[in-house]
């Protein structure tokens, strides 16, 4: 069975990638992250599925973000550097990320919605 990739802000605020869609997420993205934050990339999270895994690249040229989950099997969250991608686990996850402006998070949960 195929399922959704849910994404949360800090502010509630939601938006659900069904399979065969993508989502960008930064200042003048699909999913806006910090639109008043100049630090903030216009793109910078790119999520989408691949085979039965979802991903998500960071495809901005600068800042970094951790994806931390109970589900990751390494010994702490996984970095996402600029270019860099990675499966999202099964489950809850976190994604956090910071500008010199503010620190921020966003809440990935893989499943039916």
């Known amino acids: 069975m195929q399922r959704d990739l849910l994404v949360t802000n800090s502010a509630?605020?939601?938006a659900?990638?069904?399979?065969?869609?993508?989502?960008?997420?930064?200042?003048?993205?699909d999913f806006p992250l910090a639109p008043d934050d100049a630090s903030m990339h216009r793109h910078f999270l790119h999520?989408?599925?691949q085979e039965d895994n979802w991903m998500v690249s960071n495809v901005g040229s600068?800042?970094?973000?951790?994806?931390?989950?109970p589900h990751i099997r390494t010994h702490g969250p996984i970095r996402l550097l600029p270019h860099a991608t990675a499966a999202i686990p099964e489950g809850t996850s976190l994604l956090c990320f910071t500008t010199p402006s503010g620190s921020y998070e966003l809440t990935l949960t893989r499943g039916p919605h």
Not at 16 to 25: C, D, M, N
């Open 12 to 14: 509630g605020e939601r």
């Open 16 to 29: 659900v990638v069904r399979p065969g869609q993508q989502l960008v997420a930064g200042r003048a993205g």
């Open 47 to 49: 999520f989408w599925q």
């Open 62 to 69: 600068f800042l970094a973000a951790e994806l931390s989950s």
